[in-house]
């Protein structure tokens, strides 16, 4: 199965709202609603910022939020803030009852 | 409070075996799925399999089946993975992650990481 296919960077300024795209197929994103979102910080473990496309496990910032049409998925954080510079990586539930994360998206702010 | 507790870093050379593991607290570890994911150096997050320890089946990803192999011991609370035959290419970050309720697909607690590293 091949990786879900997200941009390898995006920058914004503070205050400003940013959109991750993560492209997968009929097969993963298109079919289920099982798409979640990870923050990494360097040398530290993935954090779930959102689940099952739009669901903010408690704690998580109202600043994050995901949507999903077709085949894709997107996570747009609002408000940038210089704490949310990171790593953001997408996954999501495929028909063949496993995962697959998308390549990582390097977030920065300006 | 649920934790992830995993073992400590290794060196190893191509060819030698080895099995990594991830204890669980604070939780009841048979009614919750564990999943393993490699990060290489510099690079992205990979799903390799995930098992359920109330009856130790498991799935892998096509990429790693074969590979390495998930297994369970619920008597001490701990997961593990194994190598029979370690490569270079084998050397990475391991978290071991334990999904929301009864999903297997998101991840809200993870273990430290586990890095491997296979050199001659």
């Known amino acids: 199965q091949s990786a879900l296919t997200q941009p390898a960077s995006v920058s914004g300024s503070p205050g400003q709202s940013i959109t991750i795209s993560c492209a997968g197929t009929?097969?993963?994103?298109?079919?289920?609603?099982?798409v979640s979102w990870y923050q990494q910080n360097p040398g530290k473990a993935p954090k779930l910022m959102i689940y099952?496309?739009?669901n903010r496990p408690s704690g998580v910032s109202s600043r994050f939020s995901g949507s999903k049409s077709g085949n894709t998925a997107s996570l747009t954080i609002s408000g940038l803030q210089a704490e949310d510079e990171a790593d953001y990586y997408c996954?999501?539930?495929?028909?063949?009852?496993?995962?697959?994360f998308g390549g990582g998206t390097k977030v920065t702010v300006l | 409070e649920v934790q992830l507790v995993q073992s400590g870093a290794e060196v190893k050379k191509p060819g030698e075996s080895l099995k990594i593991s991830c204890q669980g607290f604070?939780?009841?570890?048979?009614?919750?799925?564990i999943a393993w994911v490699r990060q290489m150096p510099g690079k992205g997050l990979e799903w390799l399999g995930i098992?359920?320890?109330?009856?130790?089946?498991?799935t892998y990803s096509p990429s790693f089946r074969g590979q390495v192999t998930i297994s369970v011991d619920k008597s001490i609370n701990t997961a593990y993975l194994r190598w029979t035959s370690l490569k270079a290419s084998d050397t990475a970050i391991y978290y071991c992650?334990?999904?929301?309720?009864?999903?297997?697909?998101?991840?809200?607690?993870w273990g430290q990481g586990t890095l491997v590293t296979v050199s001659s």
């Open positions: 992650a334990r999904p929301r309720g009864s999903s297997t697909n998101c991840y809200d607690f």
């Open positions: 604070g939780y009841s570890f048979t009614n919750y799925w």
């Open positions: 098992i359920y320890p109330g009856d130790s089946g498991a």
């Open positions: 009929s097969s993963d994103i298109g079919a289920y609603i099982y």
């Open positions: 099952d496309i739009n």
């Open positions: 996954s999501s539930y495929t028909s063949t009852s496993t995962v697959v």
